[in-house]
Structures are given as C-alpha cells and as structure tokens.
C-alpha cells in the first residue's frame, strides 16, 4: 500500500448539495490534485484539470474543474457509455484487496453512469457491467463555465460534482471510511470537436499508460479528520 499514491478526501460533517461548484462551501479546506498525462507521455495535458476530495460516513463527494475550450456533450440521458458522445469525467474506486470495481461518469450536461466490474470477469460485457447491478443513488451536477467577448461567447470549461453513497459502497462487505482500504483512479475523456475524434485523456494518479483499467496503480483513498 506504501508504494501507490494517496489521495487525501477532508472530512464533512454535513452532507453538501451537489451543484456543480468546485469553489464553494467544503472545497475550500480540501487538497485539488491535477490531472496528468500517463507516465509513457511526456509534458502536460493540454487542457488541464483539478480534483477535489471530501467523505463523512454517508459518503464520498468529489469535484472536478476542467479546462475545456470545446465542450462537448451529444447524449444527455443517462447510463450510457459517454465516453463515446463526448467529455467525460470518470471515477474509479476499488477495494485495495478484493477484485470488483465501480466506474462512474458525470458529463458536462450533469448526465451519470454506473458500471460494476465484478471480481469474477470471465464473459463479462461492458453491457452487462453497465446494466447488471444494483447500484443507486449516485448524484450529479455539472456546470458548463462561459464568458464573454467581443466577438461573442467562449467556453471556459466545466465543473462537476458527484456523490457516491457509502451504503452502496460497502454492500460487498467492504467498510467504508477510516478501517478501510479503498483505491480510487479519476480519468477524463476531452474532445477538441464535434467529430468527436482523438480525445486526449488525462488522469489521477498518473499510470504507467493510458489505460483507465490499471487498478493496481490506483491512488490509496485516505480518510482524513483534519
């Protein structure tokens, strides 16, 4: 566990409303961590992006702030593959010693995905990670940030936040918060048009390579009370 990064997620007594700001109320004690390229890239992501952390015994509460000068957003209902439809921020968390794993999905229009990838893979489907499970309660917001000039109005990026129910969490018998042992990954999926081609993903912490299914080089999660 010493050899992987550790992510630090500040703890919450009350459980914030999602809204899609990463610049209010908790966020102001919690650590940002960049987003990166993998490690076989040299130099940054083009487009950069900052994540914030923070958990109380009902659950996790992540938020994310994206640069983006093209955002991107074709499919606005959720459970879906989004990645596929345009910019995603995508969240991973895995029990450090047990197999299975969720990945879940906030786009720019605040739409949400939950796949579970069980312990035991052998003929699973991504279609079947994404509708065999009973996963609820995951919540969304994002918002899309503009400005404006001259010759008229640009995009900024996008901010999101997600809340992840403890309760669902450990329903594999997994505890959740400072007895436990959890890895987390974030990716990002950032398209530069419409076409929806060559999406630059980039990454917290950063893997060997770009492959969001690395889980044994995910960032230990750790619980602080201060």
């Known amino acids: 566990m010493n050899d992987h990064p550790i992510i630090k997620a500040v703890y919450v007594p009350e459980c914030p409303e999602i809204t899609g700001s990463p610049d209010e109320g908790i966020w102001s004690s ?7 390229n993998s490690k076989d890239k ?5 487009e950069g992006g900052l994540v914030k952390f923070a958990w109380n015994q009902h659950g996790l509460y992540v938020a994310a702030k994206l640069e983006d000068s093209c955002v991107v957003a074709k499919n606005k209902r ?5 990645y596929m439809f345009g910019d995603v921020f995508e ?3 895995k ?8 990945e879940m999905y906030a786009t720019p229009r605040g ?5 579970f990838f069980p312990a035991e893979r052998s003929g699973v489907t991504l279609d079947r990670c994404l509708n065999d499970h009973d996963f609820h309660g995951l919540e969304t917001a994002a918002i899309i940030h503009r400005s404006e000039h001259e010759s008229g109005s640009s995009e900024q990026g996008w901010s999101a936040e997600m809340w992840i129910p403890a309760s669902q969490l450990s329903h594999y018998g997994e505890p959740w918060g400072e007895t ?12 530069s048009n419409e076409a929806l081609t060559d999406p630059e993903l980039s990454m917290l912490p950063s893997l060997s390579k770009t492959n969001f299914h690395l889980t044994n080089e995910y960032a230990s999660l ?3 009370r201060s």
């Open 95 to 102: 029990p450090r010693n047990d197999e299975y794993y969720w």
């Open 222 to 224: 750790y619980f602080s």
């Open 91 to 93: 969240l991973f968390l």
């Open 180 to 191: 436990s042992n959890w890895s987390i990954l974030c990716g990002r999926y950032n398209y």
């Open 30 to 36: 919690a650590t940002g961590y960049p987003l990166s």
């Open 78 to 82: 959720d459970e879906q593959f989004h």
């Open 42 to 46: 040299a130099g940054c992501p083009q």
């Open 111 to 115: 739409n949400k995905t939950t796949l």
